[in-house]
């Protein structure tokens, strides 16, 4: 899979760490920046991170800021895109199996590296079920975005 990542300066050292681990796990990766801990606009990433995954460029995205919440809202701010927050393993493969999930965001500032990077493999590694309460479900939400 290709996985598009990127950050603000808070999550640039996260991110770092976790594009090793996402190679190692087999996948490309598509970094979309930043490059460094000066300080820039959490926003900026959200969108290109989404945008890839939006793009076909990628078939998921991972956002890393300062707590997360700001590239949650942002990425979710994108068409086709399906973010959430998750500082858990649970809620990382959950979210994709039930919700179809397509973008992980994390907050640096929450998360240490070890959670983050087993966090990063369960999102990477869990699929949509495809159950019909799972597709019915993402059908309403889906509909939401369209009507908005």
Do not use: W
């Not at 990127?6 to 999550?11: E, I, K, L, Q, R």
């Not at 994108?78 to 965001?105: C, K, P």
Request: with cysteine; aromatic share 4%.
């Amino acid at each position: 899979m290709k996985i598009a990542i990127g950050g603000d300066h808070a999550g640039f050292e996260l991110k770092s760490e976790l594009i090793p681990l996402i190679e190692n796990l087999g996948h490309e990766v598509v970094d979309c920046g930043t490059d460094s801990t000066a300080p820039v606009d959490y926003p900026d990433f959200s969108r290109a991170v989404g945008e890839a995954v939006r793009e076909g460029r990628a078939q998921r995205g991972i956002v890393v800021c300062g707590s997360g919440a700001g590239a949650t809202i942002a990425a979710n701010k994108i068409n086709g895109v399906r973010a959430a927050l998750a500082h858990d393993v649970y809620t990382a493969h959950q979210g994709v199996e039930h919700d179809d999930v397509n973008v992980l965001t994390m907050g640096s500032r929450v998360i240490g590296p070890a959670i983050a990077k087993e966090v990063v493999e369960a999102f990477l590694s869990a699929n949509f079920s495809g159950e019909e309460r799972h597709k019915r479900r993402l059908q309403k939400v889906m509909e939401i975005e369209a009507q908005n």
